[in-house]
């Protein structure tokens, strides 16, 4: 009655013949404006893979209200932006006491959307039915408390369809206790979709 869903919980929705696509371009945007971000230079990836945040107990602190609410504004975006939910929760671990260094990396993340604004989910109207799941997990990438951090995704024909990324509950004693416990979220998943 209304006409076609164009917009719907700050998700665009771009509904074509041959599929539907949503993203969150104009909250990136607008995320951009607000920060002062339209200045600075992009980068290609959402997170240092050199350097393995911590504590920082040195570190300068920084206003915890503004890192609170662009670590929020990010957690949005992760609803259609799975290449940035790893980056965004291991930032977001701190959050109690943000120091200069944390904060850093989120305007990382901030310079890796200006790169990839039109950056969504896609989903075809053609395609299979077959369940398929993915996992991948460090070992010990924690700096603070030594867990390891679960990534999975689970993909519905070649549409992705959910997708996690989550410390880990317990420090795990080797590589594959942390893959075993990655690929056992992964098959939770998995056997709940089933149902």
Not at 17 to 34: A, N, P, V, W
Not at 152 to 164: A, D, F, K
Not at 167 to 187: D, F, H, L, M, W
Request: glycine content about 8%.
């Amino acid at each position: 009655m209304i006409g076609e869903l164009t917009f719907f919980l700050g998700l665009q929705v771009k509904q074509l013949k041959d599929g539907t696509f949503i993203s969150q371009t104009k909250y990136t945007r607008d995320l951009m404006k607000k920060i002062g971000m339209e200045e600075k230079s992009s980068v290609k990836i959402p997170m240092n893979t050199l350097v393995k945040m911590d504590m920082d107990a040195d570190g300068k602190a920084v206003d915890q209200t503004r890192f609170r609410a662009l670590i929020g504004s990010l957690l949005y975006l992760t609803a259609s932006r799975s290449d940035i939910t790893f980056a965004v929760g291991v930032s977001a671990i701190f959050q109690f006491v943000p120091k200069e260094s944390h904060m850093t990396t989120a305007m990382r993340i901030l310079r890796y959307l200006k790169e990839s604004q039109e950056v969504g989910l896609w989903y075809p109207k053609e395609g299979g039915f077959k369940l398929v799941g993915y996992s991948d997990s460090d070992y010990a990438g924690c700096r603070v408390d030594r867990k390891s951090t679960s990534g999975t995704c689970q993909m519905l024909g070649n549409i992705l369809v959910s997708w996690l990324t989550k410390k880990q509950n317990s420090i795990a004693t080797s590589t594959a206790e942390a893959e075993y416990i990655a690929a056992g979220r992964c098959c939770a998943q998995v056997l709940w979709m089933r149902q």
